[in-house]
């Protein structure tokens, strides 16, 4: 049985755990304000909200595109769609934003700009790039986006008035219905009882299954490892970080100890898809999608990250991630096991990171090439090096010849350049739809060479490189 509550009622329904949130939303209870797009994750024209209970019994809300949303991962949770945020009294305040900034024409992509924009008002934290961001994940093919722009102006020029606002003074300001006082209390009722099915193929947050085989999965069970408390943790032990596979990219920006080491963390995972797939997306899905191009998987290579693998039987092995990819979407991975966790350790004062990203956009875009660089000097030597490259070889490259050229050598222009040689004898770009293979090995020059010059300005110039 899975039970949630949508937008005001109580749902309680027998149907697959796979099954598509949005085609129950939109044909088993016709609230069909979510609107169908791309029904691949690219449009955020399905967008809905999906509320979880947190420690604190308030609800955290997060937009989530319903068309890759098994509907099993809403248990327990609450759901709100445009119907859900209609005020019995005329607009919203971003309904009325929106309307007053004539950012919408047809309309078919403003109930998922809606939605997106009062999931982040429901946000703690507020500012007029977080807004921006909030709508990563929309697209419009009307308006061109100006008046969608003003229109997010003038919400945060509401919002900013009193940051870390309540649910009460949201409903106050016409930000959501007063229903949604009610619902902490709604979903406590089924906490308490909460127990779901997890047999099938393993979900993370289906952004990658669901884009190619939803429909496959829409009579069966699935196994949704993202619900499992004991997956989806993020702590620090000592000097290591450990993130648990079912943690999402939101989570891991979530988790602010981490950008104490990686200050520019935020700038990196904007990079990566939309505000909604990046709440949906997990680091076990990242990496046993196993895309040569996977942000999360370059991320942590350059980590010289290790996994955490179970298996059915209480077993367990852990491995280097470097060693975790063999060819071209083959993995270290038999039936039945299950990545747990992904573990690496914190960079010291020494230790310098950077990554990079090159895609045709610059949001909601997967790489054309992407690369990570982690490294140690030690008395102006290359104490220890590692470097990762997306989109040059069938695999997550972790480049290991490159890295053992360098270590132990003076930083150097010279030494980085000969270096380069060496990188270029390790790739093996193909030509496709991100890039020629000769434009992909002048990308991964520029971000190598960009990581050095990003990261030691004053020993790299940029003029010594030839
Ligand atoms: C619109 C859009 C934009 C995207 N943009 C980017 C981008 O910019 N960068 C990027 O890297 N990716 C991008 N992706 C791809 C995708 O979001 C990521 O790869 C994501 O991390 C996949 O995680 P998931 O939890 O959604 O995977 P799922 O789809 O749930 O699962 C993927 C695979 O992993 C398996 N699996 C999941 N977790 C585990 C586990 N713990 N143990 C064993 N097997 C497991 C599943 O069985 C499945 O085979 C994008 C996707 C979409 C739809
Ligand atoms: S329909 Fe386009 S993101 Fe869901
Ligand atoms: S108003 Fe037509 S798609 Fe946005």
């Not at 009882?193 to 999965?217: E, P, Q």
């Not at 020629?436 to 030691?456: A, D, E, N, T, V």
């Amino acid at each position: 049985m899975i039970e949630f509550i949508l937008n005001k009622e109580h749902i309680k329904t027998e149907i697959p755990s796979g099954s598509i949130l949005l085609d129950f939303i939109r044909q088993k209870k016709h609230l069909t304000g979510t609107k169908i797009g791309c029904r691949e994750g690219d449009c955020g024209a399905c967008t809905v909200l999906s509320g979880s209970l947190n420690t604190e019994g308030k609800v955290d809300y997060k937009a989530i595109t319903s068309c890759l949303t098994p509907i099993a991962s809403v248990h327990g949770k609450h759901v709100v769609t445009i119907e859900g945020l209609n005020l019995t009294d005329g607009l919203t305040t971003v309904q009325n934003a929106i309307k007053e900034n004539n950012a919408t024409q047809c309309g078919f992509c403003t109930p998922g700009f809606v939605v997106s924009l009062t999931g982040y008002a429901l946000n703690k934290n507020i500012s007029i790039t977080g807004i921006k961001d909030s709508i990563s994940g929309n697209i419009c093919r009307c308006t061109g986006y100006k008046s969608i722009e003003k229109a997010t102006e003038d919400i945060t020029s509401i919002l900013v008035e009193k940051n870390n606002h309540s649910t009460k003074w949201l409903i106050e300001r016409k930000f959501v219905p007063e229903y949604f006082t009610e619902i902490p209390g709604k979903l406590f009722d089924i906490k308490a009882k909460m127990k779901i099915n997890s047999k099938g193929t393993i979900v993370g947050g289906g952004t990658d299954l669901y884009v190619t085989r939803a429909n496959k999965f829409q009579e069966l069970d699935v196994d949704l490892i993202s619900e499992n408390d004991n997956i989806n943790k993020i702590f620090i032990n000592k000097n290591t970080c450990i993130i648990g596979a079912g943690a999402t990219v939101s989570d891991i920006l979530n988790f602010t100890r981490l950008h104490d080491y990686f200050p520019e963390l935020e700038n990196y995972f904007k990079l990566i898809s939309s505000k909604q797939i990046r709440n949906m997306a997990t680091v076990g899905g990242n990496l046993v999608n196993a895309s040569p191009i996977a942000d999360l998987a370059i991320f942590f290579l350059a980590l010289n990250s290790k996994i955490n693998i179970n298996d059915k039987q209480g077993g367990n092995r852990i491995i280097f991630l470097k060693d975790f990819f063999k060819g071209y979407k083959s993995i270290d991975i038999n039936d039945g096991e299950i990545i747990q966790e992904i573990t690496f350790e914190l960079p010291e004062d020494d230790q310098y990171f950077n990554f990079e990203k090159v895609s045709k956009r610059t949001h909601l875009d997967i790489a054309s090439v992407n690369s990570a660089m982690n490294i140690s000097i030690k008395k102006k030597l290359i104490n220890d090096i590692y470097l990762s490259a997306g989109g040059v070889s069938p695999i997550p490259l972790f480049l290991k010849n490159t890295c053992s050229f360098l270590k132990g050598k003076v930083l150097s222009s010279e030494n980085i350049q000969k270096a380069h040689c060496v990188l270029k004898e390790e790739i093996t770009p193909i030509s496709d739809v991100r890039g020629s293979k000769g434009y992909k090995r002048l990308l991964i020059r520029q971000l190598y060479y960009g990581h050095f010059i990003k990261l030691f300005p004053d020993i790299i110039n940029i003029y010594d490189i030839k």
